[in-house]
C-alpha cells in the first residue's frame, strides 16, 4: 500500500520562526512535490523535486525553500514564518516510470502562523 | 485566464441524484486528464483519468474528455452521502512532465 507521510497533522508557529515540513515516501518514487491549498485558491505549487538534490520552483516558491538530500524525504522550509503563509500545505509524490501523471498525497500539515 | 477553470460550487444535491461536474481549459497540449477526490482534513486521491478524448466508465462514476471543445466532465450516477467531498480536476501534458495543472474544485454535499 503507497505511503506518503508527513510529521505534523497541525501545526501553530509564530512570526519570524523558522519552520520546517517534513515529508516522507515509501513508494521509491522520484518526484516530489510540494504545494499549498486554500480557500478559492484551490492547490498551488511551491516546489518540486526530480532527484536527490535537485529542486525546482513552482508558481509561488517566495518565502519559501526546499531540501531533498534522500530520496524518500522531500523538507519544506519556512525561513521566517509569516501570517499570510497560515495554509494547509501538501506534499505528494509520482515515480518516473508509468504513462500519466497520478500524485500520491500525503495527508496534509495545517499550520497557523500567529 | 487560467489555465484550468473550475466552478467552486457548492454544489448540494439529494441522494439519489446525477451529479455532473465540469473544467475548462485552454491548453491544447493537455493529454492527461484527471479527476481527484478530496474528503475534508484527507489529502486528495485519484478517482479516475483519461487519456485523449472520450469517456471512462467505473462503476458508478463516468469521465467524459471532449478534447475539440477543451472540456472535461464527471458524471456521478445514484449519488451517495458517501460521495461528499471536493472533485478537483487536473490535467498534464505527460511525457516528461510530470506537473499537473489543477482546478480549484468543486465542494459537493450529497444529501440524505
Known amino acids: 500500500d503507497v505511503k506518503v507521510t508527513q510529521s505534523s497533522r497541525y501545526l501553530v508557529k509564530r512570526t519570524g520562526e523558522k519552520v520546517f515540513l517534513e515529508c516522507v515516501q515509501d513508494?521509491?518514487?522520484?518526484?516530489m512535490f510540494w504545494y499549498r491549498q486554500d480557500p478559492g485558491l484551490g492547490l498551488r505549487l511551491i516546489y518540486f523535486s526530480y532527484d536527490v538534490k535537485m529542486k525546482e520552483k513552482g508558481d509561488i516558491p517566495e518565502g519559501y525553500s526546499v531540501s531533498r538530500e534522500k530520496k524518500e524525504r522531500f523538507s519544506l522550509i519556512l525561513e521566517s514564518a509569516s501570517t499570510n503563509q497560515t495554509s494547509m500545505y501538501l506534499c505528494?509524490?509520482?515515480?518516473?516510470?508509468?504513462?500519466?501523471?497520478?500524485?500520491?498525497f500525503g495527508p496534509g500539515t495545517r499550520l497557523t502562523v500567529l | 485566464q487560467k489555465e484550468v477553470e473550475q466552478d467552486p460550487g457548492p454544489l448540494s444535491v439529494p441522494e439519489g441524484a446525477i451529479v455532473s461536474l465540469n473544467c475548462t481549459y485552454s491548453?491544447?497540449?493537455?493529454?492527461?486528464f484527471m479527476w481527484y477526490r478530496q474528503y475534508s482534513r484527507k489529502g486528495p486521491e485519484l478517482l479516475m483519468y483519461t487519456y485523449s478524448s472520450g469517456n471512462k466508465e467505473d462503476g458508478r462514476f463516468t469521465a467524459q474528455v471532449d478534447k475539440s471543445s477543451k472540456y472535461i466532465s464527471l458524471f456521478i450516477r445514484d449519488s451517495q452521502p458517501s460521495d461528499s467531498a471536493t472533485y478537483l480536476c487536473?490535467?498534464?501534458?505527460?511525457?516528461?512532465?510530470?506537473?499537473?495543472?489543477w482546478g480549484l474544485g468543486t465542494s459537493l454535499a450529497v444529501n440524505p
Open positions: 491548453n491544447s497540449a493537455f493529454q492527461y
Open positions: 505528494a509524490s509520482i515515480p518516473d516510470r508509468g504513462v500519466y501523471n497520478e500524485q500520491f
Open positions: 513508494m521509491d518514487h522520484e518526484n
Open positions: 487536473a490535467m498534464s501534458e505527460g511525457g516528461n512532465n510530470r506537473k499537473l495543472i
